[in-house]
Nanobody, 123 residues
Framework: VQLQASGGGLVQAGDSLRLSCAAS????????AAWFRQAPGKEREFVAA????????YYADSIKGRFTASRDNAKNTVYLQMNSLKPEDTAVYYC?????????????????WGQGTLVTVSS
């Protein structure tokens, strides 16, 4: 599985962005997909995960109610809709995939990673 993240950019606080993660390979529909982010000088952190079926996404508390993860298996694409963005959301956002779906919040459980897309939120 190869992943390609896109959609990042420079926005103002309160704006919205939608990130996309396009995957290669038909098997992607069987994978749990997730979004992580890494701010300058900080460790990579879990943002959201969504199971292969697209049901019941999981979210980090810091973004719950503002971000929505979804996927379209027909298009082999996972999305992260980000609303009410804050300056502390500034980070490189990565999409990732794993086959099992266990410990969905742990970066080391993911076998496949995209290259990251930069989101910058100005105040």
């Amino acid at each position: 599985v190869q992943l390609q993240a896109s959609g990042g950019g420079l926005v103002q606080a309160g704006d919205s962005l939608r990130l996309s993660c396009a995957a290669s390979g038909r098997a992607f529909r069987s994978y749990t997909a997730a979004w992580f982010r890494q701010a300058p000088g900080k460790e990579r952190e879990f943002v959201a995960a969504i199971s292969w079926s697209g049901g019941r996404p999981y979210y980090a508390d810091s973004i719950k109610g503002r971000f929505t993860a979804s996927r379209d298996n027909a298009k082999n694409t996972v999305y992260l809709q980000m609303n009410s963005l804050k300056p502390e959301d500034t980070a490189v956002y990565y999409c990732a995939a794993q086959l099992s779906g266990n410990s969905y919040y742990t970066a080391t459980r993911y076998n496949y990673w995209g290259q990251g897309t930069l989101v910058t939120v100005s105040s």
